[in-house]
């Protein structure tokens, strides 16, 4: 399977516990995005990466939550004393870069945090 | 500040009738990019279709065609002689060129086609 994979694909923790969820881009993209998605709305940006740097981060982005993308492969979103607000859907969303044309977002299967 | 709305949040048709969905946005870049995704009842977001700003000319694919006019800001999306697999939750979405190209979405219109 060549598109973007993430991990788990479910997540159920207890309030005040850290998550992390880690997702896998498609191999040749050097964009990789994260979203968030409530149940009945359409995902909402958090964070993205060009390569390993971090270029853009949300207000939704609390200082609870922390991404990298170390070697601009592979990233991590990882949550720190979660919230019952947290509870969601998490996107991760890969692209490249192909001289100046712009490339479409693939999305992963997501992400689905339950916190109880 | 980029926003995209989609005033239809249902949309309920009969097996093989025609159905458009809107799309309107709003933004303050001259360069920007416009989506349809799909989300089937499985979750995953199915990328659909990409225009850019300069490009107005409208596009079919099949049974879908798009229809993006700058004057009134709305990018509509129809599909012709739905299918029951054409039931989903269809998105909406804005990226502008100054902004990282993150997409901004629209909250969704969930389609269903009934047999």
């Known amino acids: ?116 | 500040a980029q926003k995209v709305t989609q005033a239809q949040t249902e949309i309920s048709v009969v097996e093989k009738e025609d159905v458009t969905l809107d799309c309107v946005y709003e933004t303050r870049d001259t360069t920007y990019y416009l989506f349809w995704y799909k989300q089937p009842p499985s979750g995953e977001l199915v990328f659909l279709i990409r225009r850019n700003s300069f490009d107005e000319q409208n596009e079919i694919s099949g049974r879908y065609s798009w229809n993006f006019q700058k004057s009134t800001s709305s990018f509509n999306f129809t599909i012709t002689a739905s299918q029951v697999v054409d039931s989903a939750v269809y998105f909406c979405a804005l990226s502008e060129a100054s902004a990282g190209n993150m997409l901004t979405f629209g909250g969704g219109t969930r389609l269903m086609v009934k047999p």
């Open chain 1, 1 to 116: 399977d060549t598109g973007v994979s993430q991990d788990p694909r479910h997540k159920i923790t207890k309030r005040g516990q850290n998550v992390t969820f880690r997702c896998d881009p498609i191999s040749e993209h050097n964009r990789l995005y994260w979203y968030r998605q409530t149940l009945g709305q359409g995902p909402e940006f958090l964070t993205y990466f060009q390569n390993e740097a971090q270029l853009e981060k949300s207000r939704l982005l609390s200082d609870r939550f922390s991404a990298e993308r170390p070697k601009g492969s592979f990233s991590t979103l990882e949550i720190q004393r979660t919230e019952q607000g947290d509870s969601a859907m998490y996107l991760c969303a890969s692209s490249g870069i192909t001289g100046s044309s712009y490339n479409e977002q693939f999305f992963g299967p997501g992400t689905r945090l339950t916190v109880l």
